[in-house]
């Protein structure tokens, strides 16, 4: 079982950024990834990870998010840059053991990670 503890959410002005972290107890799995959820609206993928550092975003945050991961500190990133209002959810890290392509072929449904974190909030004013 794995365990995924989301950090660093809070709340940035318009245009401004914020590094969220993701600890994964004990170890980050094959495909890790960041999902939102924003008041009223279906949770949605945004970006993913495979173990070779691969990475792959939702048109929504390409070009403006990054995702990352320190496989000796079993630590998962986003790093968000260029923050719009529109922005604003709860952000969850997930991770399955299966391969990123595969989850993202079918969708990238929350449902299809077996892992799955509780979520930190992001506010952009």
């Known amino acids: 079982h794995v365990q995924l503890v989301e950090s660093g959410g809070g709340t940035v002005q318009a245009g401004g950024f914020v590094r969220l972290s993701c600890a994964a107890s004990?170890?980050?799995?094959?495909?890790v990834g960041w999902f939102r959820q924003a008041p009223g609206k279906e949770r949605e993928g945004i970006a993913t990870?495979?173990?070779?550092?691969?990475?792959a975003y939702a048109d929504s945050v390409k070009g403006r998010f990054t995702i990352s991961k320190d496989n000796a500190k079993n630590i998962l990133y986003l790093q968000m840059d260029n923050l719009k209002p529109e922005d604003t959810a709860l952000y969850y890290c997930?991770?399955?053991?299966?391969?990123?392509?595969?989850?993202?072929?079918?969708?990238?449904?929350?449902?299809?990670?077996?892992?799955r974190g509780k979520g930190t909030q992001v506010t952009v004013s």
């Open positions: 997930a991770a399955d053991g299966g391969q990123c392509w595969g989850l993202w072929h079918g969708g990238l449904r929350w449902a299809d990670f077996a892992y």
């Open positions: 004990p170890n980050i799995r094959s495909c």
């Open positions: 990870i495979d173990s070779g550092g691969i990475t």
